[in-house]
């Protein structure tokens, strides 16, 4: 879900989702069922830029919405319990689910496996992204994982000054033990520190 309680804002979002609903600008639409935008608030404090949308994401069309998003939601209010005010929003460094597939001679589907974006897609995309941040206007950016960490330095290295940080892919703490483990206690760590620096 998303809330947007400011009307510029709203308009902005307005033209910027009607635009990106339906685009076909990389080859990733071609198996994607929704383009996944952004949940959360508008403006916000803190913007979360993951990877991609994985089934979940693409069926709902909203971003971090199965079991990493669980994760993520849980880290995030076990964090703000003690802030008054925390704002937030989440969205990924593509807008359509990475998939390989494999077709018959007639182009039906057989297979389709998850798989990392690639550079021509994240480039291609990115302008929806920039949207994203600047319509979020966050005092602060955290990148899940690595590949949103990379796509976003590519994008504004020497141009604009953001706070940016990086924790593990929620799903990355998953496969290491979930809520129970070591990376999980870092990846809350990591969180808290964002929080702690931002200004009221
Ligand atoms: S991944 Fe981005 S650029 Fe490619 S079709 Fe989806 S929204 Fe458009």
Known sequence: MLTIKNKKIA???KDHSKDWITCTRCPLHCHSKNVVLCRGSLPCQVLFIGEAPGRDEDSCGEPFVGISGELLNTAIEAVISTQTEFTYAITNTVGCIPLDVTENDSGRLITSKLRQPRPNEMDICKPRLVDIIRIASPQKIVCLGEVALKN??????????WDVTRLRHP????????????EYYTFIEGLENVVKGLQT
Do not use: C, D, F
């Not at 976003?152 to 000054?161: A, C, K, Q, W």
């Open 11 to 13: 308009k902005e979002w």
């Open 152 to 161: 976003l330095r590519s994008m504004i290295e020497g141009t604009i000054y």
């Open 171 to 182: 799903s990355y703490v998953l496969r290491n033990g979930g809520v129970r483990s070591q």
